[in-house]
């Protein structure tokens, strides 16, 4: 009697799995229960010892409908490279962090950057989600789990404005898995979330923990970008040629596991085990070892915006910082209470910013937000932020006499 086997996703591209092998032949697949299912008329073609110039050929078709971009830095650029082997990898990564296209302003091509890669995933022009706002994370969550019911692939959240901040995002990202009510029903479901996830934004902002879980392109248009003219439309162009990229990748893949599939920087880029191994690490080898002279663009680390410091793209922890630092000055290493807080930045209402009290004002109104400035509300803000090393500094606290907490600011390491 036949036992029933698990199957995980049908896909219709090849691909390599964790351990470097090239699946290629159509059916089941037993070590990733993917189903490949080809057309008759094609069988991928690997080369199963990649020469130089064949990975370097590889690498430029792989990279075609995205060779038109300028990207503000190398790790921008690596970034680009490493989501096109995400999206033709995605089914066999446990975990895979998001992608976030970033411009200085509208017209720089964000969105059809990822839809392009949508397109590769799904062979047909991909949908994208408006954004609801970070204020809105019921919507993000009730979004994913539509999705995974209805099998997407590919999730693209365009236009994010303002400081991105989702916990269900984080939570996805980092388990890969989100329960949440099914839509119009009263019963709960677990979705697994295997879709590559990308969002578009200007000058985008996140959070510290999406931060750690994103990797963030940031495109370069230069002077009025919407007067630029492209040969080609990238969507158009990965839809044409989704069959080349993908043998392509294989390609890559296949090389670099052939030269024993070498870390080039160690560290599993946050918790992306798998993606660092089939993502991350395959780009730093290739620009390495000068495999990668063919492209537009210098490579850096894919994951160089997710171990970038947290402080420079979270106006949270910046404020923090900030606090802390002006907290320091103003009690100079003493105890105090989260009503002389309040006190202090009363007395900063009628001074520069340039002076302590009016530097801890500012900082005080940017952590409070919209609450009421009470020693109770800024209790909050404190007991929010002890024992968390920011900008240097770190906020303890300890019971008071009447067993109102008192708090002190000390230089990590202290």
């Not at 106006?315 to 907290?327: F, K, M, N, Q, V």
């Not at 100079?332 to 520069?352: E, I, L, R, S, Y």
Request: contains cysteine.
């Amino acid at each position: 009697m036949l036992m029933p086997r698990y199957l995980a996703a049908m896909i219709d591209l090849p691909l390599v799995t964790t351990s470097g092998r090239v699946v290629t032949k159509p059916g089941y697949d037993d070590e990733t229960h993917l189903y490949l299912e080809l057309p008759r008329e094609w069988q991928p073609c690997v080369p199963l010892n990649p020469s130089v110039s064949e990975v370097r050929a590889a690498l430029v078709t792989m990279m075609a409908p995205w060779s038109a971009y300028r990207f503000a830095d190398a790790d921008s650029a690596a970034g680009m490279v490493s989501a096109v082997v995400a999206a033709v990898c995605r089914p066999v990564l446990d975990l895979c962090p998001a992608y976030l296209f970033d411009a200085s302003q509208q017209g720089s091509g964000k969105t059809k950057a990822a839809c392009a890669l949508g397109a590769l995933i799904e062979g047909r022009r991909p949908a994208v989600t408006p954004f609801a706002g970070s204020s809105n994370d019921d919507e993000m969550r009730k979004r994913m789990v539509a999705g995974a019911a209805d099998g997407l692939l590919f999730h693209c959240t365009d236009n994010a404005t303002g400081h991105l901040k989702s916990s269900a995002l984080a939570a996805v990202l980092t388990t890969g898995r989100l329960t949440d009510r099914f839509l119009g029903q009263s019963r709960m479901v677990t979705a697994d979330i295997r879709a590559l996830i990308t969002l578009t934004g200007n000058n985008a902002s996140i959070d510290a923990d999406l931060q750690r879980r994103t990797v963030v392109p940031r495109i370069d248009a230069g002077i009025n970008p919407t007067h630029r003219a492209y040969a080609f439309c990238p969507v158009s162009e990965a839809l044409k040629q989704r069959r080349q990229i993908a043998e392509a990748v294989c390609c890559v893949l296949r090389a670099y596991f052939d030269a024993g599939a070498p870390d080039t920087i160690k560290g599993d880029a946050g918790g992306f085990a798998d993606w660092n191994r089939l993502c991350r690490q395959p780009v730093l080898w290739l620009a390495r070892e000068g495999l990668a002279d063919g492209l537009p663009w210098t490579l850096g680390d894919p994951a160089g915006s997710m171990l970038a410091d947290p402080a420079a793209g979270d106006p949270e922890i910046e404020a923090t910082g900030d606090l802390l630092r002006a907290l320091h000055e103003i009690a100079d290493g003493a105890v105090f209470t989260a009503a002389d807080v309040v006190k202090w930045a009363g007395m900063g209402q009628h001074a520069g910013e340039g002076s302590p009290f009016g530097a801890l004002r500012s900082a005080v109104l940017e952590c409070v937000g919209r609450a009421e400035l009470t020693a109770r509300s800024m209790g909050r803000v404190l007991m929010n932020r002890r024992d968390r090393p920011t900008g240097g500094w770190k906020l303890l606290t300890r019971a008071g006499h009447d067993n109102t907490k008192v708090w002190r600011v000390v230089a990590v390491g202290s």
